[in-house]
């Protein structure tokens, strides 16, 4: 499948030079995220790998190297292409020329004298995407120590943890290097979660006509995808467009456009004559711009409480509504048959219900008649009460279990795996009130406590398995997200689950992107009329880690078919594209576009834009104004003490860090 694999000499002996990158990883992401910054960015990457077979593919000939040399052969060979075809993004010539091929080395762990030996001492930034928290930790407080300069990009799965870290790991720099500015000192670590930048995306996937949220100083910016126009409608452009689809995204069996889609790719950041040009294709614009509160817990689907519905079935309700109704039947007849008041009537029938009264000898014929019925009736009320406190029973002993998925249960959302990446998807899904069933062969999984705290129905089994898909009721779900780590099971449960339902949108998680190809050519074959996507976790999180490792803030990264655009912050000075230009001047279609502008005076700058303000949202404070203004006037001058926020392409974004390095040795 990958071809010939050409070896790369590992350069043991040959240490690299100053201002080089090191990449420390265990997985796809490490791969990518080294292509990345070496063919998009141009720089000179060390690529620290463990030796051996890589242990999630056993299967899999290649080693981790082997598949590091692979993916780099590829992705040479593709930009040797494109530099023949003429660039894109201006830059006149191969933006790669003269930088040498990425330096592989192997190694276990991440030692003292490993990070040495990759010259930690003299890199510019360091990258460690281990998936291993703990790993990652370890390096990153050996790194710090043996270069307090160095800019850290760390992967951890754990938020709070990551937080502490930051700030521990920014302490220790500012200690060592008194007097830093307060600008590098916030780049100089960066924590992120391949997890939390994919999640958007693949539960996005799932849903047409979704959006992709990003969020920047406690607001959160809406790129919404929108089908074509029809005939006779004029598409609303919203805020700006931000990329023009595929001319067959809206055709089920057209495939997603990609670098080398051609003229049938997605164009990102157009200008308006393109947009005006481009008929019968979707869009995907800035929407709108709204207030971010802090974080909330995701709903819970049933609610918080028990309420009867799960707490006793429908069949003892149905009994006890039955019970009810002739206990009121007998109130009546006997306000009818006698002249007592309602309410005597109504304590005699229950007295009589509950065998509590004395019989009624020398009464009327019609009150010993109901006196009779109330018995037989009272007979009925004493299993229904034992049954009610058994299934009560039954319920809190079970309170604590996975939750089966309801008979009636349908348009929902069916995930397979609870491993890091499906339980961050899961919270998205809920966070929009989706309602999900989870499939998740391991009980132990890692998102399984979540799920039970979200009464959200699961299936243990495994779903290549018969039965488990139906038990997850896939005939009436609206999308399948197959998101375990194992690309042939996502692709048997994929094809199993059109085998049941031909019509169904179905989003996998595959790595490989030729693989992917082969996965649409034999759906479109066999389900002309469905919908599928692929998405790579690794795919979408690099360019937001390689950016974090150019020292930028990346505020999110929204995929666009199987293109990336990236949203972040920067400051004009030193960008000659930028500074002096205007709004419209400084607009590169195809590259990157103004979106906003940092009003606040830069002595008062929240240094993060994507944190969101403190306050209370409950209480009486009143929300801190956004100093961001994103209504901008097309003739406004960029000045050099502006930070603006940017939508840009990875090639546009990595043109901009490019010229910015040339530019500031000459000050």
């Known amino acids: 499948m990958l071809g010939f694999v050409p070896p790369l000499p590992q350069q043991p002996g040959r ?14 992401l490490a791969r990518r995220l080294a292509v990345e910054l070496r063919y998009v960015y141009g720089e000179r990457v060390t690529l620290l790998l463990p030796p051996g077979r890589d ?6 000939p290649l080693t981790q190297r082997g598949r590091a040399a692979a993916l780099f052969g590829r992705m040479s060979a593709a930009m040797n292409r494109a530099g023949n075809g003429g660039g894109t993004t201006g830059g006149g010539g191969d933006t790669n020329a003269g930088v040498e091929a990425v330096r592989i080395m192997e190694a276990p762990e991440p030692s ?33 120590r043996l270069n307090p300069r160095l800019r850290l990009v760390i992967r951890l799965y754990n938020r709070k943890l990551g937080l502490h870290l930051e700030e521990l790991l920014d302490q220790a720099a500012a200690v060592a290097m008194p007097g830093i500015d307060p600008a590098l000192l916030d780049a100089s670590t960066t924590v ?30 809406r790129a919404a995808e929108r089908p074509p126009p029809r005939p006779g409608e004029t598409a609303d452009p919203g805020l700006c467009t931000l990329a023009l689809l595929s001319s067959t995204t809206n055709d089920p069996a057209g495939a997603e456009g990609s670098d080398s889609s051609g003229d049938e790719a997605p164009q990102l950041l157009p200008d308006e004559s393109a947009v005006a040009a481009a008929t019968g294709r979707g869009t995907v614009v800035l929407e709108a711009i709204s207030r971010a509160d802090p974080d ?14 799960q707490v006793f079935s429908r069949r003892l309700r149905w009994s006890a509504l039955g019970v009810a109704a002739a206990a009121l039947a007998l109130v009546i007849a006997s306000l009818l048959t006698t002249e007592d008041t309602a309410i005597h009537s109504t304590y005699l029938t229950l007295l009589d219900l509950l065998g509590m009264n004395d019989p009624a000898e020398g009464a009327p014929p019609a009150r010993q008649i ?111 997200l197959a998101l375990t780590s194992i690309d042939t099971t996502n692709l048997e449960a994929a094809l199993y689950a059109r085998s049941v339902k031909p019509d169904l949108r179905v989003a996998l998680r595959l790595y490989d992107d030729e693989f992917a190809t082969a996965v649409y050519r034999t759906l479109r074959t066999a389900h002309p009329g469905a919908l599928t996507r692929s998405r790579s976790v690794s795919h979408l999180a690099a360019p937001a880690f390689a950016g974090a490792m150019m020292g930028r803030q990346i505020l999110g990264a929204v995929p666009v078919e199987r293109k990336v655009m990236l949203f972040a912050a920067l400051e004009v000075a030193g960008h000659p594209q930028l500074e002096g230009h205007t709004v419209e001047q400084a607009f590169r279609a195809g590259a990157w576009r103004v979106l906003a502008i940092d009003a606040t005076p830069p002595a008062d700058r929240t240094p993060d834009l994507s944190a969101i303000p403190p306050y209370n949202p409950d209480g009486d404070a009143v929300p801190p104004p956004s100093g961001l203004v994103w209504d901008l006037h097309p003739g406004y001058v960029l000045r050099a003490t502006d930070r603006v926020v940017i939508a840009a392409t990875r090639r546009g974004l990595a043109e901009l860090l490019r010229r910015q390095r040339s530019v500031v040795p000459r000050q």
């Open 370 to 480: 109901i006196q009779l019925l109330s018995g037989i009736a009272g007979l009925l009320l004493l299993p229904l009460l034992l049954a009610a406190v058994l299934e009560a029973f039954g319920t809190l002993r079970t309170a604590s279990s996975l939750r089966r998925p309801p008979r009636g249960l349908s348009g929902h959302v069916v995930l397979l795996g609870l491993g890091k990446i499906g339980t961050r998807v899961l919270v998205r899904l809920r966070e929009l009130d989706i309602p999900v069933v989870v499939v998740e062969e391991d009980p132990d999984a890692r998102g399984i406590p979540l799920a039970r705290s979200m009464h959200v129905p699961t299936v243990i089994g495994d779903v290549t398995q018969e039965g488990v898909l139906e038990a997850a009721k896939i005939r009436r779900a609206r999308a399948l």
């Open 192 to 221: 992120l979660s391949d997890a939390d930048t994919a999640a958007p995306a693949l539960a996005a996937t799932a849903l047409t006509g979704s959006s992709k949220i990003i969020q920047a100083e406690g607001l959160l910016l």
């Open 296 to 309: 909330r817990p995701a709903t819970r689907m049933g609610g918080r409480g028990a309420p009867l519905a």
């Open 55 to 60: 242990a999630n593919s056993p299967e899999t």
């Open 112 to 144: 003292d004298d490993v990070l040495e030996e990759a010259g930690v001492d003299r890199a510019a930034a360091l990258a460690l995407v281990y998936d291993d928290d703990e790993r990652n930790i370890r390096a990153a407080l050996t790194a710090r």
């Open 15 to 28: 240490p690299p030079s100053a201002g080089h990158m090191i990449v420390c990883g265990d997985d796809a």
